[in-house]
T-cell receptor, first 114, second 115 residues
């Protein structure tokens, strides 16, 4: 089954404790992206990757890091999480990143930073 | 930059009512337009898409027409069901510098259908 898998689904942690949210897709997609979803703001892009070893900032990259060492994986790293990063996070992938390709989303990771 | 504006919700309808969710956009290029649906506890799923002016996307009884003259992509369904209760996102996808995809989402509209 074609899917995007995120882990963990839920996490409560404390300010300053480094955490990583993993994302893996099995569709051989080149393009992967991270979004955060906040009430009244919709989805905002954090980082995206066009292919292995190619990443770039989205609209709200501050406080986040990513890496793309393998095509299927695109982890999101919060080196020193803060309460304003409490949010619902989604990973997505698409074929080649061209404009007419829809995104395939994971089921989301709800992060609470205390 | 690109932007997407959707009507604010929540929208509450009785079963079998007609649904319209308005969506307008601004874009510098020639974007593709999408509607995504998010059911509780799940990620977004593609509902329908249109890639050029006057295209009509349709799926599961939902329709939307790409109107370049009014920069709109309104979502419609003739008869909603309780199972349509979800959050609906309008989105546009552009390639501002060519070769990569920039997706801009609206804020989402929550639909609640009551029996």
């Amino acid at each position: 089954e074609a899917q995007v898998t995120q882990n963990p689904r839920y996490l409560i942690t404390v300010t300053g404790k480094k955490l990583t949210v993993t994302c893996s897709q099995n569709m051989n997609h080149e393009y992967m992206s991270w979004y955060r979803q906040d009430p009244g703001l919709g989805l905002r892009q954090i980082y995206y990757s066009m292919n292995v070893e190619v990443t770039d900032k989205g609209d709200v990259p501050e406080g986040y890091k990513v890496s793309r060492k393998e095509k299927r994986n695109f982890p999101l790293i919060l080196e020193s999480p803060s309460p304003n990063q409490t949010s619902l996070y989604f990973c997505a992938s698409s074929l080649q990143g061209y404009e007419n390709q829809p995104q395939h989303f994971g089921d989301g990771t709800r992060l609470s930073i205390l | 930059g690109d932007s997407v504006t959707q009507m604010e919700g929540p929208v509450t309808l009785s079963e079998e009512a007609f649904l319209t969710i308005n969506c307008t956009y601004t874009a510098t290029g020639y974007p593709s337009l999408f509607w995504y649906v998010q059911y509780p506890g799940e990620g977004l799923q593609l509902l329908l898409k249109a890639t050029k002016a006057d295209d009509k996307g349709s799926n599961k009884g939902f329709e939307a027409t790409y109107r370049k003259e009014t920069t709109s992509f309104h979502l419609e369904k003739g008869s909603v069901q309780v199972s349509d209760s979800a959050v609906y996102f309008c989105a546009l996808s552009d390639s501002p510098s060519g070769g990569y995809q920039k997706v801009t989402f609206g804020t989402g509209t929550k639909l609640q259908v009551i029996p």
